[in-house]
């Protein structure tokens, strides 16, 4: 969460795509990803282990609904102990896909992302 409080309430970072809403938008709709998750798994983009893995979690996360506006209040996101939970699940989740996944795949999942940095 340290990187999404950075992204996100950072004066000096102003990167539209570092907010809450785009974040949800990019995992979502940019990625083609639906609220459903079946789609990935039936084009051939995630195997069965990594939906198993993985569907519990993104059905949480498409059900979540901000507290507050995101757009002026975004700690409150970052505040509310159901995010908090979400994000620890998400945690999990990526550490046992970690433990999944292997080659190029593995490498770009454990691949750190900074913000402001290029």
Not at 59 to 83: F, K, M
Not at 94 to 110: I, T
Request: negative net charge.
């Amino acid at each position: 969460m340290a990187l999404q409080r950075k992204a996100w309430l950072d004066p000096l970072h102003s990167d539209p795509h570092a907010c809450f809403d785009e974040f949800m938008c990019c995992y979502f709709d940019d990625l083609g990803l639906g609220t459903e998750y079946e789609l990935p798994l039936r084009s051939g983009y995630v195997l069965a282990a990594e939906y198993s893995l993985l569907k519990a979690w993104h059905q949480a996360l498409g059900q979540y609904r901000a507290p507050i506006s995101t757009t002026y209040h975004p700690n409150q996101i970052l505040e509310d102990p159901r995010w908090v939970e979400l994000m620890q699940q998400g945690k999990e989740a990526k550490e046992r896909l970690r433990d999944l996944l292997e080659g190029q795949e593995r490498k770009l999942l454990l691949s750190r992302k900074d913000i402001g940095k290029k």
